[in-house]
């Protein structure tokens, strides 16, 4: 036998507590152990066999520490800086395969679910019709038919098990009629039929439930013990509690002392669980008790917990409870009893301390509860231990939230000494914990009772006053801290949860404000981040160095606050900022610490800039702008940061500004904006000069602060001058162009700026073509430049002719007049031959000429008010001749191979006969439907190099074929008998088209559509033939569906012939809807029933006699391939 199954059958043998869980983990161990060293002799090594005195320590060392990630507390004598032993993973027993099912028991469970299904119908469609009369009824007579329900499940079951020897049939019968004997007999108390005293509302209420479970407990412990089944043990034993439950009401037992005896009776379950463990393992009551024991047991707890009227008397029935569950961890041997023995046991040590003792004394009592937990953890054993602890530590918190909700109530939010000596209770429980226990949470919650401890030492001395709140909170902080320097399983969980408490003063102080208290904690925080900076390594320095920035600039920050005496925010940071510049140039040499107080530095400067915007004095806004340009130049040499430079750039623009303020009152903003940008073309080409990284960043802040004085000038000027001077600055930009990005840019947006000021210049001769006149005064220029500067101009002249083009065309259109449209298609056909001149990729640029054509075409048409036959066959013409000048340039519609890629005047052509279809009517719209599906397919003609394109286009080019006629369908008046038919019919070919002669689809594919459209074309039929519900739609309805068999039965195809015979199927169905539909649908339910229990049971008939025969299945099959088997 392998060791994977002798561990399997150990797991089964300790689930069902055959063996410990101790001698399982020692034969487990063994068996990995002896598997082991079986391969290390196979491989030529020694096995490492050891006697037993060694294996036992090893053992009980795995035993100890036992999944150590998930549970941290390890040990509870093991002290906390010794390291933890690595565990062993326990071995995973896997579950036996699932047995497959044979063919004969997969016959058997769907009879079974045959009968079930037909029993169920059966009930729903008897309960249907016998509620339908139910008000009708006499309270016997709906007794009785209940009764009824339950003798006729229990008769199926009889039946089922005696003479048909169905047994899960049976099983199920008889769950059923288990469920309907209680009801039965309730039932008849609620209609009284016992009289009015055994009833639900009569005195002997108590008396009819224990009559009810007596009655129905033989039955179920009768049927358990027949089938073998947990259902009905269940159901036994819970009708013997119900049972029980109500005979203690039926004695008069009031609510606290029936809680205790129902509690009691479950010791009475434990105790007879106790006396058959050793007699008989194999009884199923044995397997099922435990868990109805565990279960009553949460139950009464719950009801113990939550209804209760006298809470001393509540305190002794937890105590007894908890009693019980020890009880069950001593027969069980299961931990989980333990554990809520621990819940129940404080909670009724906490219920008897609040009603005994007096409420000053409570409040030490209360935190002495989970000690109780300690001195019983010290006579468990193994494991165990660290769940008292977990306990005692939950424990402690709910009493520490007792405490200080008590202490609140009774003080009336002042100080006590109650609390105080409650909170040192806690404290001291804790430290304790953390010198016993390695979990570090119970040192963190034990720094934080020190804290509390503290806090409320203030609280005793100034409970009234709240001025010094946040510097108490910090003080404690600090005596946090500093007990845990001293206790040394407190030292790191002080530092952090005393420095998280001293945070939170500062923070507070930060709120108030207060300055003193602020700098007061600044500089104790300052004081601690250097400490810990000499003392700490790696990221640990890094944050304390951090700290020391920090706390050090708020320090500065804080007193220049307090002393100052008109204190100014910008002034007090600038104050904390040279705190921190001071500190860089004293510890430059140290990386770490210079670092941070130089960041802090940037930092800070940038903070006193923005709040420089806040105060009226200029001078206070240059220094400030000042220092910060000063600190940014400094960090971006420090860190070799090159993008700095532009944010010294962005800080000089600030400087020159408040400066030009300072001075004297500019007499022109605009003007201000333009001598700004020429001192930052200065100042970057200083930097420049200084340091060659820096070109780039200043050039970005350079150009945005040109582009801002360029959106003023556009905002506030009509002036040419100021344009003029913009276009200069460009032009010097261009001039000292390292890059050529940078040239282009300064380029184009110097045109762009050429263009305002052309535009104010020729605005009084020419008010309308300013832009577009521009745009042909640089065509022109085009041709006159050289290659080089022809490829620059390329990039703006394209997109910027685009924009004007759309921008007159838009400004012609509002003003209404047909001259400019004129005018207009003069210059929309210059730049159309002047981009198809272009090369390349250029020429894709035609395609907004030809979109511009079409809404200048338009607005002529509206102009001169066409009819819409005639603006149709405008569109056609002007679309058939694009169409024409594409076929005579290009030789395909798309080609990729060369320059010339798209035919965009055939694309265009088409977009126009389209356009001309939207406004035409009557057969001018079909010529434009026809003259579109011819250009469709012209089209695809011409596209032969990509397969799915050309398909495409000859689809859709059917698809206009078809609507074209749907449209001269719709000119005709055609009888709405056969208005459907045309309709849907023409499908057929066209899908013919499409599949076999468009995309030559497989067969299969073939198939699928046709299977799919035949039904569509089927089911639009059928509906159209039910809604109109007339004979002539039905006469030809089942003609069409018989030529559809017709042809299926002669060309074999399965789709037409099915189609058609479930078409005349369903006419005939419809035809007949008077005489069917007029039955009460509780009759399908029964005849369903009906047949389906005849069904199973003639199948159980036939097996019962031997009869063999072939299954339905088969026999469809075989009838199937015979008829058609050759069949498309």
């Known amino acids: 036998m392998k060791g994977s199954e002798i561990i399997k059958d150990l797991f089964e043998l300790k689930e069902k507590g055959y063996i410990k869980y101790d001698d399982y983990l020692k034969v487990v161990e063994g068996i990995n152990r002896y598997e082991k060293d079986q391969r290390r002799i196979a491989e030529g090594k020694e096995p490492s066999i050891q006697t037993r005195e060694e294996q036992e320590p090893q053992f009980e060392k795995e035993k100890d520490f036992v999944q150590p990630v998930q549970q941290p507390i390890l040990s509870s004598t093991a002290p906390a800086a010794q390291p933890l032993p690595k565990s062993r993973p326990r071995p995973v027993p896997t579950a036996p395969p699932k047995p497959a099912l044979s063919a004969e028991q997969k016959r058997e469970r769907n009879l079974t679910l045959l009968m079930a299904a037909g029993v169920i119908l059966l009930l729903i469609g008897g309960l249907t019709l016998a509620t339908s009369q139910w008000e009708v009824f006499t309270p016997l007579a709906k007794t009785m038919l209940v009764g009824g329900i339950a003798a006729l499940f229990g008769g199926l079951g009889a039946l089922s098990q005696r003479v048909l020897h169905i047994k899960k049939t049976a099983f199920a019968s008889f769950v059923l009629f288990a469920l309907f004997l209680p009801i039965t007999i309730l039932s008849a108390g609620f209609f009284k039929l016992f009289g009015s005293w055994l009833s639900f509302s009569g005195d002997g209420k108590y008396v009819l439930g224990a009559i009810t479970s007596l009655v129905c407990l033989p039955i179920y412990w009768k049927f358990a013990k027949s089938f073998g089944s947990r259902l009905f043990v269940w159901f036994t034993l819970i009708a013997s509690g119900i049972c029980y439950g109500f005979i203690l009401l039926a004695l008069g037992a009031e609510k606290n002392v029936f809680y205790f005896l129902y509690a009691l009776?479950?010791?009475?379950?434990?105790?007879?669980?106790?006396?058959?463990?050793?007699?008989?393992?194999e009884d199923i009551y044995q397997k099922v008790l435990p868990v109805f024991i565990q279960t009553n047991l949460i139950l009464s707890s719950v009801l113990i917990i939550v209804s209760f009227e006298q809470p001393l008397s509540q305190s002794f029935n937890l105590i007894l409870t908890a009693a019980l569950y020890l009880a069950m961890r001593m027969v069980n041997k299961r931990v989980e009893y333990e554990l809520l023995f621990m819940a129940?046991?404080?909670?009724?040590?906490?219920?008897?301390?609040?009603?005994?003792?007096?409420?000053?004394?409570?409040?030490?009592?209360?935190?002495?509860?989970?000690?109780?937990?300690?001195?019983?953890?010290?006579?468990?054993?193994?494991?165990?231990?660290?769940?008292?602890?977990?306990?005692?530590?939950?424990?402690?918190?709910?009493?520490?939230?007792?405490?200080?909700?008590?202490?609140?109530?009774?003080?009336?939010?002042?100080?006590?000494?109650?609390?105080?000596?409650?909170?040192?209770?806690?404290?001291?429980?804790?430290?304790?914990?953390?010198?016993?226990?390695?979990?570090?949470?119970?040192?963190?919650?034990?720094?934080?009772?020190?804290?509390?401890?503290?806090s409320e030492v203030y609280h005793l001395t100034s409970s009234n006053d709240m001025k010094h709140w946040a510097l108490a909170i910090g003080l404690s902080g600090l005596v946090t801290y500093a007990a845990g320097q001293w206790i040394k399983p407190l030292r790191r969980s002080g530092l952090f949860v005393g420095g998280a408490f001293l945070l939170v003063g500062f923070g507070f102080t930060l709120l108030i404000p207060e300055y003193w208290q602020m700098a007061l904690l600044s500089l104790v925080l300052t004081g601690l981040a250097a400490r810990h900076y000499r003392l700490e390594e790696d990221l640990a320095k890094k944050m304390a160095s951090a700290g020391v920035s920090v706390f050090g600039f708020f320090t500065g920050f804080s007193s220049g606050m307090a002393l100052i005496p008109d204190p100014d925010r910008a002034l007090s940071i600038g104050i904390g900022t040279i705190l921190l510049a001071a500190l860089y140039y004293w510890r430059k040499n140290d990386r770490i610490l210079g670092q941070y107080a130089v960041m802090g530095a940037i930092f800070a400067s940038f903070i006193s800039f923005?709040?420089?915007?806040?105060?009226?004095?200029?001078?206070?806004?240059?220094?400030?702008?000042?220092?910060?340009?000063?600190?940014?130049?400094?960090?971006?040499?420090?860190?070799?940061?090159?993008?700095?430079?532009?944010?010294?750039?962005?800080?000089?623009?600030?400087?020159?500004?408040?400066?030009?303020?300072?001075?004297?009152?500019?007499?022109?903003?605009?003007?201000?904006?333009?001598?700004?940008?020429?001192?930052?073309?200065?100042?970057?080409?200083?930097?420049?000069?200084?340091?060659?990284?820096?070109?780039?960043?200043?050039?970005?802040?350079?150009?945005?602060?040109?582009?801002?004085?360029?959106?003023y000038t556009f905002i506030t000027s009509g002036e040419t001058l100021p344009y003029f001077l913009l276009t200069v600055l460009y032009g010097l930009y261009v001039w000292r162009s390292v890059h050529e990005a940078e040239l282009k840019y300064s380029l184009y947006a110097g045109l762009t700026v050429l263009s305002m000021a052309f535009g104010f210049t020729v605005n009084e001769w020419f008010p309308n073509?300013?832009?577009?006149?521009?745009?042909?005064?640089?065509?022109?220029?085009?041709?006159?430049?050289?290659?080089?500067?022809?490829?620059?101009?390329?990039?703006?002249i394209?997109?910027?002719?685009?924009?004007?083009?759309?921008?007159?065309?838009?400004?012609?259109?509002?003003?209404?007049?047909?001259?400019?449209?004129?005018?207009y298609v003069g210059v929309v056909l210059v730049f159309m031959a002047f981009f198809q001149s272009l090369k390349g990729n250029w020429r894709i640029a035609v395609a907004f000429p030809l979109i511009y054509f079409w809404l200048m075409m338009a607005n002529m048409i509206d102009l001169y008010s066409l009819s819409a036959q005639l603006s149709a066959l405008v569109w056609y013409a002007i679309g058939l001749l694009f169409t024409a000048v594409g076929m005579f340039i290009y030789e395909?519609?798309?080609?990729?191979?060369?320059?010339?890629?798209?035919?965009?005047?055939?694309?265009?052509?088409?977009?126009?006969?389209?356009?001309?279809?939207?406004?035409?009517?009557?057969?001018?719209?079909?010529?434009?439907?026809?003259?579109?599906?011819?250009?469709?397919?012209?089209?695809?003609?011409?596209?032969?190099?990509?397969?799915?394109?050309?398909?495409?286009?000859?689809?859709?080019?059917?698809?206009?074929?078809?609507?074209?006629?749907?449209?001269?369908?719709?000119?005709?008046?055609?009888?709405?008998?056969?208005?459907?038919?045309?309709?849907?019919?023409?499908?057929?070919?066209?899908?013919?088209?499409?599949?076999?002669?468009?995309?030559?689809?497989?067969?299969?594919?073939?198939?699928?559509?046709?299977?799919?459209?035949?039904?569509?074309?089927?089911?639009?039929?059928?509906?159209?033939?039910?809604?109109?519900?007339?004979?002539?739609?039905?006469?030809?309805?089942?003609?069409?569906?018989?030529?559809?068999?017709?042809?299926?039965?002669?060309?074999?195809?399965?789709?037409?012939?099915?189609?058609?015979?479930?078409?005349?199927?369903?006419?005939?169905?419809?035809?007949?809807?008077?005489?069917?539909?007029?039955?009460?649908?509780?009759?399908?339910?029964?005849?369903?029933?009906?047949?389906?229990?005849?069904?199973?049971?003639?199948?159980?008939?036939?097996?019962?006699?031997?009869?063999?025969?072939?299954?339905?299945?088969?026999?469809?099959?075989?009838?199937?391939g015979t008829w058609f088997g050759a069949w498309k």
């Open 265 to 281: 009776g479950n010791g009475a379950y434990i105790y007879l669980y106790h006396l058959r463990k050793t007699k008989d393992r």
């Open 344 to 454: 129940f046991i404080s909670y009724g040590l906490y219920q008897l301390v609040e009603q005994a003792a007096v409420a000053g004394l409570a409040l030490v009592l209360i935190p002495v509860v989970p000690v109780v937990l300690l001195a019983v953890a010290r006579f468990s054993k193994g494991d165990l231990k660290k769940y008292y602890h977990v306990s005692n530590a939950v424990v402690s918190v709910i009493a520490f939230l007792l405490v200080t909700g008590k202490g609140l109530m009774l003080s009336g939010g002042e100080g006590s000494v109650w609390m105080l000596l409650g909170y040192l209770v806690v404290a001291g429980n804790f430290i304790y914990l953390s010198y016993s226990t390695a979990f570090r949470l119970f040192s963190y919650l034990a720094s934080f009772y020190i804290f509390i401890a503290s």
């Open 610 to 711: 923005l709040a420089s915007f806040s105060t009226v004095a200029d001078w206070v806004r240059l220094l400030c702008s000042v220092l910060f340009a000063f600190m940014v130049f400094v960090g971006t040499r420090y860190f070799k940061q090159y993008i700095g430079f532009g944010i010294v750039q962005a800080g000089l623009f600030f400087v020159f500004y408040s400066f030009l303020h300072l001075i004297a009152e500019p007499v022109n903003e605009r003007l201000t904006l333009i001598i700004l940008s020429a001192l930052l073309f200065v100042s970057g080409e200083a930097l420049k000069r200084a340091d060659r990284q820096s070109h780039l960043p200043t050039l970005v802040v350079s150009q945005a602060a040109l582009l801002y004085s360029v959106f």
């Open 769 to 796: 073509e300013i832009r577009l006149l521009y745009s042909l005064v640089m065509l022109a220029a085009y041709f006159v430049v050289s290659v080089i500067w022809k490829e620059r101009l390329r990039w703006y």
């Open 798 to 823: 394209v997109p910027f002719s685009i924009l004007v083009m759309a921008e007159y065309l838009a400004d012609s259109y509002y003003a209404g007049e047909v001259l400019p449209l004129w005018f």
């Open 892 to 1120: 395909k519609l798309y080609h990729p191979e060369n320059g010339e890629k798209v035919d965009l005047y055939g694309i265009a052509g088409l977009i126009y006969v389209c356009t001309g279809c939207l406004q035409a009517v009557d057969w001018v719209f079909i010529g434009g439907l026809f003259v579109v599906a011819v250009l469709l397919y012209h089209h695809s003609l011409r596209i032969a190099a990509f397969p799915m394109v050309q398909k495409s286009l000859q689809t859709v080019s059917l698809a206009v074929g078809l609507l074209t006629y749907y449209t001269i369908l719709d000119m005709f008046h055609v009888p709405s008998v056969i208005i459907t038919e045309l309709y849907v019919l023409p499908w057929i070919l066209l899908s013919y088209l499409i599949t076999q002669k468009t995309w030559n689809l497989n067969e299969k594919s073939v198939m699928i559509v046709q299977y799919s459209l035949i039904g569509l074309i089927s089911i639009i039929l059928m509906v159209d033939a039910m809604y109109s519900y007339k004979i002539a739609d039905a006469v030809i309805l089942g003609s069409l569906a018989v030529l559809s068999i017709l042809y299926g039965f002669i060309s074999k195809q399965k789709s037409y012939f099915f189609s058609g015979l479930i078409v005349l199927i369903v006419n005939v169905f419809v035809q007949t809807r008077p005489y069917w539909g007029n039955m009460p649908w509780w009759v399908y339910l029964l005849m369903a029933g009906i047949l389906l229990i005849g069904f199973a049971g003639y199948h159980e008939f036939k097996k019962q006699k031997g009869i063999e025969s072939p299954s339905l299945k088969e026999q469809f099959q075989r009838k199937w």
